[in-house]
């Protein structure tokens, strides 16, 4: 069981920067994948960024390529989410979520365990 806590969104301005906290419970949280997603009003979940369990391997979407850095501490039992550039596009509702498995790692309906979320606004 892994219990998962988002922090770090808010409201920034159209260029500016926000990093994204996902504090997880449980001793195992470094054997697990771990990913980002996001939701805006009326369209369905949409992968963001997704680590693999040693941090080596990220994988990201073209749409925050190059803007989206995703990464883990281990230690910590955290994951981050360092989004820069942003535009309007990327307000919504952020997601962490964990993954026992890297099959499907790109596709929110193979993650087993969801935090919160934390809303992030980008005014243009």
């Known amino acids: 069981q892994v219990q998962l806590v988002e922090s770090g969104g808010g409201l920034v301005q159209a260029g500016g920067s926000l990093r994204l906290s996902c504090a997880a419970s449980?001793?195992?949280?470094?054997?697990?994948?771990m990913g980002w997603f996001r939701q805006a009003p009326g369209k369905e979940r949409e992968f963001v960024a997704a680590?693999?369990?040693?941090?080596?391997?990220?994988y990201y979407p073209d749409s925050v390529k190059g803007r989206f850095t995703i990464s883990r501490d281990n230690a910590k039992n955290t994951v981050y989410l360092q989004m820069n550039r942003l535009n309007a596009e990327d307000t919504g509702v952020y997601y962490c979520?964990?993954?026992?498995?890297?099959?499907?790692?790109?596709?929110?309906?193979?993650?087993?365990?969801w935090g919160q979320g934390t809303q992030v606004t980008v005014s243009s």
């Open positions: 680590i693999s369990v040693s941090g080596g391997i990220t």
């Open positions: 449980g001793r195992t949280f470094s054997t697990y994948f």
């Open positions: 979520a964990a993954d026992n498995s890297i099959v499907g790692i790109t596709n929110w309906r193979s993650y087993d365990y």
